[in-house]
């Protein structure tokens, strides 16, 4: 990657514009003047004006992740704001919503600040979202109206469920008093009961503890049952199962607040692929069947699930090596994000750029018209169609643990301009 400061004028030329807030496309130039969008859609360019070629290229809004764990503080050693941000750019992403089970976990106003003040200097947006309860321990709540006014944009514990359905509702009546929303890890703890990978025909050949579905769909039924009682924002992450995409469509209908995401890599794998027991495929919640993985691009093209999120999860490769019983769950994402969805759902561009851009934004509130004249320039240029294989050297991120390397996607990020600078991926 090269990643350079924006020049005072920079001029993409000729590409096409495809506004996934309009849902309008147009060919044109883009003008940046000053880090802003000066003009969209123009023709032209003059002579001595810094430009970029973008025939053949789309020019869209930046993208935004609303779920990644970039491990600081307290796990350098996996991925820094720093590295972690490298990981976005090489994806598309402009922004992100880090999760707070960091080393201490982010659950004071002190701990967000610190983040906040630490991203200051990324070449992405890191915004941070703070633990619903004390030390993510499900118990006790933390400071909600402090921890939201140092900049956290949701609450959650994620990586661990909140079991208290009690705690829960607190957490939800409370946070609905600041119109933000809570992300809960949807999982029955008693009935995941260690299980680690999806219970089913795969997870009794291997001889490894079963994950069933149900741990997932029960979980978030009591969640989406909380919050249609509160009318309140509730944010489902990395849905899984069929049966917990339909419990969202279902209580969707009630609640025009529950927003739900799924994950790149339960949308492209099915459990079969545990089959050589490689723990990059060990996540939490699990790699389901092929009939799950059918379902969530059903529900994706329904709208059930509004946005994409990678729940990019780094592991040092020695954490990774060990077996599977012993390898901590989770997998990177960002890099091969865009790729791995494009291929796999094989849908228009413009409604697949909106789970990738507007719609995350709305979730999370942040503004979603990324090309009005005078805003601070926020864009991604991809190459839908190049087809491309996954490698190594494409890995940004401080860790290696992803199943995605030697798969073939489609869809390449070739620029990322973001905070002043521009990322070209060639
Ligand atoms: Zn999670």
Known sequence: ????????????????????????????????????????????GAKGETMIDCSGLVITHGFCDVHVHFREPGREDKETLQTGSRAALAGGFTRVCIMPNTSPPLDSPESIRFVVEKAEECPVHIHPIGAVTKGQKGKELTEVQAIISEGAVALSDDGLPISDAQVMRLALEYTSMFDKPVINHAEDECLRNNGLMHEGEISTRLGLAGNPSLAEAIMIQRDLELANMIQTKLHVPHVTSASGAANIRRMKK?????????????????????????????????????????????????????????????????????????????????????????????????ELLKLLTVNPRRV????????????????????????????????????????FIGEKLKGKVRFTISKGSIADLK
């Open 254 to 350: 009630l609640n025009s607040n529950i927003t739900a995401e799924v994950t790149p890599h339960h949308l492209f794998f099915n459990d079969q692929a545990l089959l050589e027991y490689n723990t990059n495929f060990k996540v939490a919640p699990p790699i389901r069947a092929e009939n799950d993985r059918k379902e969530l691009i059903k529900a994706v093209k329904d709208g059930t699930f509004d946005c994409i999120a990678t729940d990019h999860a780094p592991h040092t490769i020695e954490e990774k090596e060990a077996t599977f019983e012993l390898a901590p769950f989770g997998m990177i994402g960002l890099e091969s994000c865009f790729g791995a969805v494009n291929k796999v759902l094989d849908m228009p561009l413009k």
């Open 364 to 403: 999370m509130g942040f503004e979603e018209d990324l090309f009005t004249i005078g805003c601070a320039a926020e864009l991604t240029i991809i190459d839908p169609d190049q087809e491309w294989i996954f490698k190594e050297q494409n890995i940004y991120s401080k860790s290696r643990n992803t199943p």
């Open 1 to 44: 990657m090269n990643l350079k400061k924006l020049p005072k004028k920079l001029v993409l030329q000729g590409g096409t514009i495809l506004d996934p807030l309009s849902g309008r496309s147009t060919k044109g130039n883009v003008v940046i003047e000053h880090n802003k969008i000066k003009s969209v859609g123009s023709a032209g």
